[in-house]
């Protein structure tokens, strides 16, 4: 089976959406591992599974009674965090300004 090939505009693409910056060889790196990766679960998809049966048991999709309790007050929450607000947690600014993730004001 051939491995799916990712052309660098794909891959730089992807390292945008994640905020990379990649080198050359990185890129490189990033497109034969990801080809690799694509092969892989084609591979797996391929595999004739109609036969396997399945537990003999009910499989548990839940491990406790899902009941609703209260939450944490604004204050106790805001009391922990490293930073605050008046209004809620501070965090560090990582979006560049003037970026496509960057919110209009």
């Known amino acids: 089976m051939e491995r799916p090939r990712f052309d660098r505009a794909q891959i730089d693409h992807l390292a945008k959406l994640a905020a990379l910056s990649l080198s050359d060889s990185a890129a490189e790196r990033l497109a034969h591992d990801l080809g690799a990766i694509v092969?892989?679960?084609?591979?797996?998809?391929?595999?004739?599974?109609?036969?396997?049966?399945?537990?003999?048991?009910?499989?548990?999709?839940?491990?406790?009674?899902?009941?609703?309790?209260?939450?944490?007050s604004h204050e106790d929450a805001l009391r922990g965090a490293p930073g605050a607000t008046d209004?809620?947690?501070?965090v560090p600014g990582f979006v560049p300004a003037g970026s496509a993730g960057e919110k209009a004001r």
């Open 87 to 90: 209004t809620g947690f501070a």
């Open 39 to 72: 092969a892989y679960v084609e591979q797996l998809a391929a595999v004739d599974t109609s036969s396997v049966v399945g537990p003999p048991h009910p499989v548990a999709t839940s491990w406790r009674e899902d009941v609703v309790v209260p939450g944490l």
